[in-house]
């Protein structure tokens, strides 16, 4: 069962009207260009999100997990054209630290003394967001150039960075 995403750190998407594409072929170009930089401790994974409510369709997304961050990597037909986004999170706690984390004073004591934020973690983070970006754009530009369309900007591809290191 795919962990669950406590908190979002950034994210990023772009929609192509007119573009036509295949989610399966973008993943498995996706995986192979993450596996071509040789980063240590990746595990890939397919997870299915639901639309909406408890009825509602699933969409399927790529996720990339290395350690403590969550990469969730959707392609996805849309009307006349073709979207792609990416969501970089943090696992939700689980077993007994998630329990720790929820007693009032001790939750907090408890993360910062055994899990505190350090440059190794923001660094960490920003190494994986940039390695996994990397790879998205170099596949991008491949559809892109393929369908005779141009490579996206550097303003285009500009996450939207949220609390980066909110606790």
């Known amino acids: 069962m795919a962990r669950k995403v406590a908190s979002i750190r950034t994210h990023w998407n772009h929609f192509f009207d007119g ?16 596996r071509k930089q040789n980063l240590p401790e990746v595990k890939f ?14 969409r399927e997304y790529l996720r990339v997990e290395h350690k403590d961050h969550i990469f969730d990597i959707c392609a996805a037909p849309f009307g006349t054209g073709f979207f792609f986004s990416w969501w970089l999170g943090d696992p939700a706690p689980s077993g007994i ?4 984390l929820t007693i009032p004073v ?12 350090t440059y190794y973690n923001m660094d960490t983070s920003h190494m994986v967001q940039g390695a ?3 790879a998205i754009k170099e596949v991008l530009e491949t559809i892109t150039k393929a369908n005779g369309r141009r490579s996206l900007t ?14």
């Open 97 to 100: 630290w998630g329990i720790i």
């Open 19 to 34: 573009l036509t594409a295949s989610s399966q072929d973008f993943f498995t170009a996706v995986e192979a260009a993450v």
């Open 45 to 58: 994974d397919r997870v299915d999100f639901k639309e909406g409510g408890i009825f509602s369709a699933k």
């Open 154 to 167: 550097d303003d285009e591809l500009k996450p939207v960075m949220k609390d980066l290191f909110a606790r």
């Open 132 to 134: 996994i970006s990397f």
């Open 106 to 117: 001790v939750g907090a004591f408890a993360q910062r003394f055994f899990k505190p934020l």
